[in-house]
């Protein structure tokens, strides 16, 4: 079993929905928990950073974290065309600058308008 | 956020030559820098990390004699990969993390195409 799981989709999705992104891991020692956008050939972008089990708002963007279910979430509201990109959970057991991420394969998601 | 920058954006070399890739945190000070490879489709996948003023930790199946790393300052880390073959073809990416909140920032990445 892979550390963490993502369904690469491709999701298609119609502009104005809700979109929901998830991931799994299996490794109980992670604590952060990050969601990264990638536009196809450039790097990825910090979305958002949640510690711990909770939920964080930022804009439209939400990222939920059920540590006992070893579950996270991102929730995209009122999707934009300019959203359509690659999402990919990271998460690490320390929040040590040494410390590298583990990422899931990413999502691929499209919002027609 | 912090600005994680890198050097050149796109590489066409021949097979057996070297190409150096640099990384550099614009805005912080970084003790610590990861590089990761990336192909099409597919996730980031570790390949070093990299400690200033010391040996870079290689991941497990990463040739650290054909991919050398030198971090020689808070600031910037290079890439070097040595005699280079097709299969070396590929989008690599830098990483930083900063001291504190710790939150990690990628560079815009370097596409390297060996022919």
């Known amino acids: 079993q892979k550390e963490v799981e993502q369904d690469p989709g491709p999701l298609s999705v119609p502009e104005g929905a809700i979109v929901s992104l998830n991931c799994t891991y299996s490794n109980s020692a992670f604590q952060y928990f990050m969601w990264y956008r990638q536009y196809s050939r450039k790097g990825p972008e910090l979305l958002m950073y949640t510690y711990s089990s909770g939920n964080k708002e930022d804009g439209r963007f939400t990222a939920q974290v059920d540590k006992s279910s070893k579950y996270i979430s991102l929730f995209i509201r009122d999707s934009q065309p300019s959203d359509s990109a690659t999402y990919l959970c990271?998460?690490?057991?320390?929040?040590?600058?040494?410390?590298?991420?583990?990422f899931g394969k990413g999502t691929t998601l499209s919002v027609s308008s | 956020g912090a600005v994680v920058s890198q050097h050149p954006s796109r590489v066409i070399c021949k097979s057996g030559t070297s190409v150096k890739i640099e990384c550099r945190s614009l805005d912080f000070q970084a003790t610590t820098m990861f590089w990761y490879r990336q192909f099409p489709k597919q996730s980031l996948m570790l390949m070093a990390t990299s400690n200033e003023g010391s040996k870079a930790t290689y991941e497990q199946g990463v040739e650290k004699d054909k991919f050398l790393i030198n971090h020689a300052s808070l600031t910037l880390s290079t890439l070097t990969v040595t005699s280079a073959h097709p299969e070396d073809s590929s989008f690599y990416i830098c990483?930083?993390?900063?001291?504190?909140?710790?939150?990690?920032?990628f560079g815009p990445g370097t596409r390297l195409t060996v022919t």
């Open positions: 990483s930083a993390r900063e001291n504190y909140p710790y939150e990690q920032y």
């Open positions: 990271a998460m690490s057991s320390a929040n040590q600058a040494g410390t590298a991420l583990i």
